[in-house]
Structure formats: structure tokens, C-alpha cells
């Protein structure tokens, strides 16, 4: 960590010149400048967390994950009702596979701002990649009941359902998730040809899978064409 913990009296303006250029540069996905700035900004205030929440974003975009968490712990220290940084901390911590560190996390944020639909929807990832599938079901349907246009955990909801061998409920998320990414994606022309979104293919397949479980052949013939003609078209506009 390349930055001074030295006290001045500088003109906060400097302060914040450096830290929106930071910013400025994280925009532009210019990463590795963006920390310089942002470490020059600490250099004038060394305990101000939300410049160690930005550089700690910065270094995760980095995958430097001992940096970032160290960012995001100092920043959650000089600030404990700092949710973003519980958020994006959280985050990390599943990229670096401790669940539970994670799930403790969301917790926070969901403390923190109990309506945060995307807080309830990455602990239910967490939750069922630990194999606790009811408890992931539960917050699935925490994070839709505050963002009913969340297609990711109607998908991942309908994933867990399925282990749960509950294939109607799968069905009826996949459907609920493909309408989301349809509405969103849906060209007036020709919705289907236009649309090319990878989780929209995998969620046709998927819902295929679990109609043949069904015995609805017809059904799954339909939605195994469908992947046919979207990963087609997905080619084309990566050629």
C-alpha cells in the first residue's frame, strides 16, 4: 500500500481534485491511474474511508484482493455504517470463496438498508453455493419482493429450485427471468433474432432440461431450437 499517514492542514479542495480523478479514471476503466490518484489523495487525508473504499474498488477491478480488502477493512473501520463498503467487501469475499465472511457481510447491509434487493440476492448465492438451498429460496425472494425486475435471481432461483426437484417452479422462474431479459433486450423487429444475451440462451437450455424431466417433449423441442438459433446469432455478432 503506497500511501502516507500524515496529518495537513491541505486545502481540502486538493483533496477532492485528486479523488474525483480517480474517479474519473476508474469510469474510463483506467484502473492502475486511478490508484495512483486516489493514493495521492490519501497522502493529503489518510483517514478518509471513502477514498479507501474507491481505492479499494480500483484495486479488486485490479484483482489485487489483498489491497482491496485491506482498503475495504480500513474504510469499514474509520466508517462502521459504511454499506457500500460492506457491499463490495462482501463481493470480494465471495470472489475469494469465504461464504461465511461473505454472508456476514450482506447481513450488514441488509441492517444497513434493509430494502438493498441486491444484498438479499448475493447472499442467496452464497447460500446456495453452500448447499443451503431453502435458506437461498428465502432470500431470492427477499431481493424480488424489493426488485421485481431482478432477472438474475428469478434465474438462480429457479437453478435452486430445481435441486429441490421442484421443476414447475424452475419452469415458471426460467419463463419469469426470460421475459425480464426479453422486455429488456426485444428488438420490434424480430425479438428472438435480435437478442443474444448468453444468460437468455443458457436460461432457454435450462428450461429444455427441465421440461424433458416433465415429459413435456414438445415444450423442450421448442426451447432447444430456440438455444440453437440464439447461439447462431450470438456467434454472428461476436464474428
Known amino acids: 500500500m503506497f500511501f502516507f499517514n500524515k496529518k495537513s492542514s491541505t486545502n481540502p479542495n486538493f483533496v477532492r481534485a485528486f479523488l474525483q480523478k480517480g474517479l474519473d479514471k476508474m469510469q474510463a476503466g483506467n484502473y492502475q491511474e486511478a490508484v495512483l490518484d486516489l493514493e495521492k489523495a490519501l497522502e ?11 481505492l479499494g474498488s480500483a484495486q479488486a477491478a485490479l484483482n489485487d484482493q489483498s489491497q482491496a480488502m485491506e482498503c475495504f477493512n480500513k474504510a469499514i473501520k474509520l466508517n462502521p455504517v459504511f454499506t457500500k463498503a460492506y457491499h463490495y ?9 469465504d ?11 441488509i441492517e444497513l438498508a434493509p430494502k438493498t434487493a441486491e444484498a438479499y440476492y448475493l447472499k442467496g448465492l452464497c447460500l446456495a453455493q453452500a448447499r443451503s438451498f431453502q435458506d437461498a429460496v428465502f432470500n431470492y425472494d427477499r431481493a424480488l419482493a424489493f426488485n421485481p425486475d431482478l432477472a438474475e435471481a428469478y434465474y438462480f432461483r429457479g437453478i435452486v429450485k430445481a435441486e429441490l426437484e421442484d421443476y414447475l417452479g424452475a419452469l415458471n422462474d426460467f419463463e419469469e427471468a426470460m421475459e425480464i431479459l426479453r422486455d429488456t433486450g426485444r428488438s420490434k423487429d424480430d425479438p428472438l433474432a435480435s437478442f443474444v444475451d448468453p444468460k437468455f440462451v443458457v436460461a432457454f437450455y435450462q428450461r ?16 432447444l431450437a430456440r438455444v440453437k438459433a440464439l447461439a447462431g446469432n450470438n456467434n454472428q455478432a461476436q464474428a
Not at 478518509?48 to 474507491?54: D, L, T
Not at 461464504?99 to 450482506?106: Q, T, V
Not at 429444455?208 to 426451447?223: M, P, S
Open 44 to 54: 493529503l487525508e489518510a483517514n478518509n474511508a471513502e477514498i479507501f473504499f474507491h
Open 99 to 109: 461464504l461465511n465472511g461473505a454472508i456476514k457481510d450482506f447481513n450488514r447491509v
Open 208 to 223: 429444455g432440461v427441465y421440461r424433458i424431466v416433465l415429459n413435456d417433449v414438445e415444450g423442450a423441442k421448442e426451447d
Open 89 to 97: 467487501r462482501g463481493i470480494l469475499l465471495m470472489e475469494m470463496n
